[in-house]
Antibody, heavy 118, light 104 residues
Framework: QVQLQESGPGLVKPSETLSLTCTVSGGSISSYYWTWIRQSPGKGLEWIGYVYYTGRSFYNSSLKSRVTISVDTSKNQFSLKLTSLTAADTAVYYC????????????WGQGTTVTVSS | EIVLTQSPGTLSLSPGERATLSCRVSQSITSDYLHWYQQKSGQAPRLLIFGASTRATGIPDRFSGSGSGTDFTLTISRLEPEDFAMYYCQQYGVFGQGTKVERK
């Protein structure tokens, strides 16, 4: 049974960079699209982007200039970096496993709350 | 860019009733790429239906999906107490805004 667990700081200052890691257990990180999604308070789901185990990545066009998603196959982890943070980036951040081609997400982490505040 | 519009925004129903949720896509898509999720308060979303009509592992058969082209539907045949939640449709990197199924 594959499980995902997000980790990272819960509080980040404006203009700084957010770094989150998702650890994959119970299965290999090879294959699938390893995805980040966020949800602002009281809002819907926003897809951030994904990385394939080869390192190939694809991002939401609205965040593309600030986002990097990378993978470390030796640690079975993938990571999110989001730069130039503002209060609008305050959200619950989820990592998820997405099926290639079809992009449905069948395994999700529990989510980690990130607050951007000074 | 594709837009997914869900309706209604809120559905007020009683246990045992039938729920019909709509997801309209701004341009025709292959049904293989339309998926549905359930999200309960404070929890991560859970995959319900993928490819428009295939139930994910462990999903009860009271949940069904249908549709093609630009119009897709999630139906809950008889609402159980645990079904009151938010429901989202998704295609690639786009989610609908969600439908809240609340207890009447």
């Amino acid at each position: 049974q594959v499980q995902l667990q997000e980790s990272g700081p819960g509080l980040v200052k404006p203009s700084e960079t957010l770094s989150l890691t998702c650890t994959v257990s119970g299965g290999s990180i090879s294959s699938y699209y390893w995805t980040w999604i966020r949800q602002s308070p009281g809002k819907g789901l926003e897809w951030i982007g994904y990385v394939y185990y080869t390192g190939r990545s694809f991002y939401n066009s609205s965040l593309k200039s600030r986002v990097t998603i990378s993978v470390d196959t030796s640690k079975n982890q993938f990571s999110l970096k989001l730069t130039s943070l503002t209060a609008a980036d305050t959200a619950v951040y989820y990592c998820a496993r997405a099926y290639m081609h079809y992009h449905y997400m069948d395994v999700w982490g529990q989510g980690t709350t990130v607050t951007v505040s000074s | 860019e594709i837009v997914l519009t869900q309706s209604p925004g809120t559905l007020s129903l009683s246990p045992g009733e039938r729920a019909t949720l709509s997801c309209r896509v701004s341009q025709s898509i292959t049904s293989d790429y339309l998926h549905w999720y359930q999200q309960k308060s404070g929890q991560a979303p859970r995959l319900l239906i993928f490819g428009a009509s295939t139930r994910a592992t462990g999903i009860p058969d009271r949940f069904s999906g249908s549709g093609s082209g630009t119009d897709f539907t999630l139906t809950i045949s008889r609402l159980e107490p645990e079904d009151f939640a938010m429901y989202y449709c998704q295609q690639y990197g786009v989610f609908g805004q969600g439908t809240k199924v609340e207890r009447k």
